[in-house]
């Protein structure tokens, strides 16, 4: 498995910006297609973006589609979420999350997780 640490989390107005980062360690991070999911305060985790493993390919749950922008650089062994025009809607914990499957948005694909960063947004 590979190991996989987020940062770039915090408070941010709405409106704002925010760009997460998950860096991974152990296995080759090339051979893993990636994913972000958030989990809200009282609801399901749910998918956020997903990117396949050459990075050319990438898709987004509608309710971040044309804000968030998901991509990654193989040879530093990270995935990042450029999250733009962030509501409150958008607070949560976001994970990150890599598979060996070409690409998914179902989390039970997903075989290694990070710890998750805190995301809020205020109004």
């Known amino acids: 498995q590979v190991q996989l640490v987020e940062s770039g989390g915090g408070l941010v107005q709405a409106g704002g910006s925010l760009r997460l980062s998950c860096a991974a360690s152990g296995r080759t991070f090339s051979s893993y297609a990636m994913g972000w999911f958030r989990r809200a305060p009282g609801k399901e985790r749910e998918f956020v973006a997903g990117i396949n493993r050459s990075g050319d390919r990438t898709g987004y749950a509608d309710s971040v589609k044309g804000r968030f922008t998901i991509s990654r650089d193989n040879a530093k062994g990270t995935v990042y979420l450029q999250m733009n025009s962030l509501k409150p809607e958008d607070t949560a914990v976001y994970y990150c999350?890599?598979?060996?499957?070409?690409?998914?948005?179902?989390?039970?694909?997903?075989?290694?997780w990070g710890q998750g960063t805190q995301v809020t947004v205020s109004s």
């Open positions: 999350a890599a598979t060996t499957y070409y690409y998914s948005i179902a989390d039970v694909h997903y075989n290694s």
